[in-house]
């Protein structure tokens, strides 16, 4: 045991493992002089010698037993310490008695040689103190750091067989009589462990039953108040301490009898918990060991846990993520954690469902504090859950959250499909509820109780993460072990939509979850029905845009923009239609999808905007559709309010990136001569012109060179047109010419001659051979109307310009001449 020979005190390494570091006993207080230390010393010499314990004697006690980290007692000083505690004409003031036993201690655990004789002396008078002392007027502190150093001694090597038995009927006698003292303080439960600890460890193995019945029963008879997790977990380490020693030191008949005893199933719930981490130790311990006949205890340590998750299950079969008893939320925290901490661990049906409950109850508690928020007032939220949900953070089940959702993964794979499928549809409607009931905390929160809010992420942070690891699981050991096509394809879009109600809660990007995603879209695009499924579970319009609240918080008004766990969702579902838009058919996308696409297009954030654009982009492009007649239908039809839409909202909300996609988009897959298609374009010209319109370029010459500024979205607008000249039917290529030139000889002489030089470049770079002829033709023709509106007129405003042109004042440059021109 590597960790074992790190420390020298036992009880120091047990809180250490345990968390316990908080505990008074084992703080390192400020380094003692060794000047002190002698001075020390020579008080208690003197003490003895003058046969008078004062106050100044009691202090150097403490000095001594404050430098007990660095302190090393001889023989000779522990001769002095029982000197003193056998002298009957030293009367010793009962705060003194503790700080002897602790001295001893210290000697018994730092010395490398003991004489036999100085560990009987020590014995006897052990004896003698506790024989009545400690029946006369009960401490916890000399009853603790007694029972510490009683099993220290019977760990001593050198130790004769008999003093080694003696110490260990004293212990029990302790144990069983005064168990109720160490309830009282946490900091008693580390000394008595450690005690017990070193008496497991002696090779006098008379009384080791009864030590182990003593460990078992500890907190059943101190009715409970000192049975938490850290005290559970010290459990553990002190049978992964003990256990080594006791298999080196013992027969085969004598761990058989250990078996059966440490591993006891008992019905009261603090031993229960004894039994579950004192099993998970000695797996601990079984699990690093290369000895095969450890394998039986093995199994019967598995079996034990299993008896006491059998329990757990039938206990809590009714109960739901709120309503859990505290004697079940303590034992699932004890028993997810003890297997956390076991190492390899056999499936057993009914501990698989037990770390289901514990991570949706114990170790992410989300649904509990939802309800607690808001049954409670609004002004008392802060002192009533804040401190809770801190607390929980800075939990040791919350910081072992990995390791245990690791020990679940793995218990999935190993299960039967029944157990997967309900633990499944467990985790799946988890997942939804936790995205309902943040919605509307979050709404209560947001801007009012940023500190509760942000713990609250923190922890859905997390079980973000065992949800992706729980479905990457499922998609390895599942999807791919040749499962029905209706079952696979059930499944895969459970995940994404569970993914959908955890998105919120992604701060990073994490290859297993983009592993997961891949693996169920590929099987959900393949199939229409699953395709259809996974689109009909997106939230109604209706729901999108009214929020439910609690009745004390009806007063807030709803914004569907500032619903950031609502929107990243639609996102998450956004990003996933286009790898399958190809199944969806044209009547699903009209009723479901299109309301929340055109919806999102006006969202201010970009990327949600633009990833709406790319489910237009998306069915644009799409032409397996049964029906394509419909289809196209639908395409057409849906062209109208796209453009009107995203136009509305140029340069605002609209991202230009998403706006020229699902323009090309919709002009190259439209049918040639598509009146959407000739709508489209007027519309754009009609934007460009407005553009434009609302610029003085007339005095800001310079503009038209950088482009820079204020005609930084004309100049967008201008290239898309530009980039139509390539790509639109040859039905439509007049009409976007005309439109194009009526724009061009609107604009100053610099904004003529800039756009032109676009134009040839765009002309000369053209590997068209149909249309090209054309356009160079048209190019020639609009240089010349340019070069004539110059020469001809006195440039205006560009604003003066474009009235004189729509009223008709311009008769050179009246559509008629253009078009006949062109």
Same mark, same amino acid.
């Given at each position: ?148 150093? /009683?099993?220290?001694? %019977?760990?001593? *090597? =050198? &130790? !004769? ?6 110490? $260990?009927? +004293? ?46 029963? /500890?907190?059943?008879? %101190?009715?409970? *108040? =000192? &049975? !938490? ?6 459990? $553990?380490? +002190? ?584």
């Amino acid at each position: 045991m590597a960790k074992k020979a790190e420390y020298v005190f036992l009880e120091e390494w047990l809180c250490s493992s345990s968390g316990t570091h908080e505990n008074t006993t084992l703080r390192h207080p400020p380094s003692t002089s060794a000047q002190n230390i002698i001075r020390a010393w020579a008080d208690l010499r003197d003490s003895l010698h003058n046969k008078s314990f004062q106050s100044n004697h009691l202090q150097s006690l403490r000095t001594l037993v404050n430098a007990q980290f660095s302190l090393y007692i001889a023989d000779p000083q522990a001769k002095l310490l029982l000197s003193i505690l056998s002298s009957q004409k030293v009367s010793l003031p009962q705060e003194s008695y503790p700080l002897f036993v602790r001295l001893l201690y210290i000697w018994v655990r730092k010395s490398s040689r003991h004489s036999p004789g100085v560990i009987d002396s020590a014995v006897e008078v052990l004896l003698h103190l506790f024989s009545g002392h400690i029946h006369s007027n009960k401490s916890l502190s000399f009853f603790s750091e007694g029972v510490l150093l /009683l099993g220290a001694l %019977s760990f001593v *090597p =050198s &130790a !004769s067989e008999k003093s080694k038995t003696v110490c $260990l009927k +004293l212990l029990c006698q302790l144990l069983e009589e005064d168990y109720r003292l160490i309830g009282l303080s946490e900091r008693a439960i580390p000394n008595v462990l450690a005690g017990i600890g070193y008496a497991l460890s002696s090779s006098v193995n008379i009384y080791f039953v009864r030590v182990l019945c003593c460990l078992m029963e /500890l907190w059943d008879k %101190s009715d409970g *108040p =000192s &049975a !938490s997790v850290s005290n559970g977990l010290m459990v $553990l380490h +002190l049978m992964e301490w003990s256990f080594p020693n006791f298999i080196n030191s013992h027969s085969a008949d004598k761990i058989d009898l250990f078996s059966r005893e440490v591993l006891k199933n008992t019905q009261p719930a603090f031993s229960l918990f004894a039994v579950v981490m004192a099993a998970a130790g000695v797996l601990r311990v079984i699990n690093r060991s290369e000895q095969k006949a450890l394998m039986e205890l093995k199994t019967s340590a598995e079996g034990r846990i299993e008896i006491i998750a059998h329990g757990l299950v039938s206990s809590a079969r009714d109960a739901d993520y709120a309503t859990v008893e505290p004697r079940n939320s303590f034992l699932l925290q004890c028993l997810s954690l003890a297997l956390s901490k076991s190492g390899p661990f056999s499936y057993q049906a009914h501990v698989f469902l037990c770390l289901t409950t514990a991570l949706l109850t114990e170790i992410f508690p989300l649904p509990r504090i939802y309800v607690k928020i808001q049954e409670s007032p609004s002004g008392n939220l802060v002192g009533l859950v804040l401190n809770e949900v801190q607390q929980h953070l800075d939990s040791i089940i919350f910081k072992e959250a990995g390791a245990i959702t690791g020990v679940f993964c793995n218990q999935y794979v190993l299960a039967d499909d029944e157990n997967r499928s309900i633990v499944e549809d467990i985790i799946w409607n988890y997942c939804r509820d936790v995205y309902m009931w943040h919605r509307q905390v979050a709404l209560m929160l947001r801007d009012r109780e940023e500190a509760l809010l942000g713990n609250l992420e923190k922890i859905a942070e997390s079980t973000f993460f065992m949800v992706v690891f729980f479905a990457l699981a499922v998609t390895k050991h599942k999807l791919g072990l040749g499962a029905p096509q209706e079952i696979q394809m059930r499944l895969s879009v459970r995940i994404l939509v569970a993914f959908s109600c955890m998105e919120y809660f992604r701060r990073m990007r994490l290859p297993e979850y983009m592993d997961t995603i891949r693996a169920v879209v590929t099987r959900v695009q393949e199939n229409e029905s699953a395709c259809v499924s996974f689109v009909e579970s997106l939230p109604s319009y209706d729901d999108l845009t009214n929020q439910a609240v609690p009745t004390s918080f009806q007063k807030m008004e709803y914004l569907w923009t500032t619903d950031e766990v609502q929107t990243a969702r639609i996102l998450f579902y956004l990003r996933v239609i286009p790898t399958c838009v190809e199944c969806i058919p044209a009547s699903v996308f009209r009723k479901v999808l299109a309301p929340t696409m055109f919806l999102y297009m006006g969202h201010p954030t970009g990327k949600v905007a633009k990833a709406s654009h790319s489910v237009f982009v998306a069915f644009m492009s799409s032409g397996k559709d049964a029906d394509l007649d419909e289809s196209v239908t639908l395409k057409e039809q849906l062209v109208f309010y796209y453009v009107k839409r995203s136009l509305e909202g140029y340069p605002g909300f609209t991202p230009f990136e998403g706006l020229a996609s699902g323009v090309v988009a919709l002009v190259r897959h439209l049918p040639a001569g598509s009146p959407s298609i000739f709508y489209c374009i007027s519309c754009l010209i009609e934007k460009a012109d407005s553009l434009c319109s609302s610029v003085n370029t007339t005095t800001k010459n310079d503009l038209w060179k950088s482009w820079d500024g204020e005609l930084e979205h004309f100049k967008q607008m201008l290239d898309l047109l530009l980039r139509l000249l390539s790509l639109v039917d040859i039905q439509v290529l007049p009409s976007l010419m005309k439109l194009l030139a009526q724009l061009v000889v609107r604009l100053p002489s610099n904004g003529q001659d800039m756009i032109l030089n676009e134009l040839y470049q765009h002309v000369a770079e053209s590997d068209d051979v149909i249309r090209k002829p054309t356009l160079v033709s048209w190019l020639q023709s609009l240089s010349y109307l340019c070069y004539q509106n110059t020469s001809k007129k006195t440039p205006k405003g560009v604003g003066q310009v474009i009235h004189d042109s729509m009223s008709g004042t311009m008769d050179s440059l009246s559509m008629n001449k253009i078009t006949a021109r062109l």
